[in-house]
């Protein structure tokens, strides 16, 4: 649990002073700076960003560490350090290494950024020593994800039976298959925690979902509310506001460097595993999205269900199957990340997003799950079954890392 004492703050145990003159959080300053390289720049989709955010902060975060005396188990390595060494130094030079790995072509933007980071530390050993720190947690982070299997083929199976996923309208799009072939962050398998699979197409429970995402999901929807429109478009905004809540949480709960850097790496790398295992659900059941599923009811033998032909969902269909569902397992793992590292769900939060143009409130970890649950079908895009089992493997996610990852030592 967090409780704040005047000017002396408690996270895992361990109190922390702060002055009102502090300087801004270099953890919280190169998690921008990645975001503007990741989005802004190379506009990566949030299951390929996720990996970008995943090698970013494994890096930081064991270079900080490192330098605090390594009070937690480091994820890849754990560099020799007097605790001496430039905090600032070594979590730029560990960012700015990794993303010049991952976005070589933005190599002269981000070493501008990296020489105005260094150039506002004073020379000398310590400088030096943290600038060594990151270059050795970056080189073990871009070792480690050497051949990882990112950016192999993108295609998905494409079907041709009842229930088998094919490119859905209007784009008719075939990605990113190649994320459930990526190789885990934190866990022995992609697949650890594979499900039975979506409702049968002649099931009451497969029938159901249909007929809801039909009735609230439709572009021309007369029974989805304003709020709930707004909310489906502001979850499936692309510039993820998740990046924007994690910052805002690390300065409303004032955390230090280190606090910020182990809370980065345990929110990201669940993050990044969740959607590897998402994706390897999709694979593994390959199951036709709500659009085709809804043009095509006539095939599905399920007499409880309609087709409409004309059927069109709010948001635009992502290319890729439908179980599970991605966001879910995303937001199942960062939500429940953050519940256990701040040590309670009720910490009130909010982001925005500018496909929206709206700003979203929070007033818990679990109400965001719960909402972003919703919101895939109130955008037309999700069966509830696919969302409610993408949630449950993102929890399931955070809770392998919590077992196995960034431990407080003893």
Not at 135 to 162: E, L, S
Not at 257 to 279: K, S, W
Not at 286 to 300: E, G, K, S, Y
Not at 303 to 323: E, R
């Amino acid at each position: 649990m967090v409780v704040w004492l005047a000017a002396v703050g408690v996270v895992g145990g361990s109190p922390v002073a702060y002055a009102s003159d502090s300087p801004p959080n270099v953890v919280i300053v190169w998690d921008q700076n990645a975001q503007t390289a990741i989005w802004d720049v190379a506009r990566q989709q949030p299951q390929v960003q996720a990996r970008s955010f995943a090698m970013v902060h494994g890096a930081i975060y064991d270079a900080v560490n490192a330098i605090a005396g390594t009070p937690y188990q480091p994820y890849l390595v754990a560099p020799a350090a007097k605790g001496t060494e430039s905090t600032g130094a070594a979590v730029a030079t560990a960012g700015f290494r990794v993303l010049s790995a991952l976005f070589p072509d933005q190599q002269a933007r981000l070493r501008t950024q990296y020489d105005e980071a260094l150039a506002a530390i004073p020379d000398g050993d310590a400088k030096r020593r943290g600038i060594s720190v990151g270059a050795r947690t970056a080189a073990a982070m871009i070792a480690a994800r050497r051949d990882d299997g990112a950016f192999g083929d993108p295609a998905w199976p494409v079907g041709t039976q009842p229930g088998q996923w094919r490119p859905a309208p209007p784009t008719f799009a075939n990605d990113t298959a190649w994320v459930g072939r990526l190789k885990p962050f934190l866990l022995p398998s992609a697949s650890m925690f594979r499900t039975s699979g979506p409702p049968a197409l002649t099931s009451d429970r497969y029938a159901r979902d249909i007929n809801e995402v039909k009735a609230i999901g439709s572009a021309t929807s007369t029974v989805r509310t304003a709020d709930q429109t707004q909310a489906a478009i502001w979850w499936h905004d692309r510039h993820l506001a998740e990046w924007e809540i994690k910052r805002r949480l690390a300065t409303t709960q004032r955390l230090n460097p280190l606090q910020t850097a182990r809370m980065f790496a345990m929110v990201d790398l669940a993050e990044a595993d969740a959607t590897t295992a998402c994706f390897n659900e999709k694979a593994a059941w390959n199951f036709w999205r709500p659009v085709t599923a809804i043009q095509l009811a006539d095939t599905d033998g399920n007499p409880k269900t309609t087709a409409d032909p004309a059927w069109m969902p709010l948001l635009v269909t992502p290319p890729h199957p439908d179980y599970t569902s991605g966001h879910a397992c995303f937001t199942g793992a960062s939500m429940s990340a953050l519940r256990h590292f701040f040590g309670r769900d009720d910490i009130s939060f909010s982001g925005s997003s500018v496909d929206s143009g709206t700003t979203r409130h929070f007033r818990s970890f679990s109400q965001a799950v719960a909402e972003v649950i919703e919101a895939r079908v109130w955008g037309g895009i999700h069966t509830r079954t696919a969302d409610e089992q993408g949630a449950k493997i993102g929890r399931q996610v955070t809770a392998y890392m919590i077992a196995h990852y960034f431990k407080p030592k003893r």
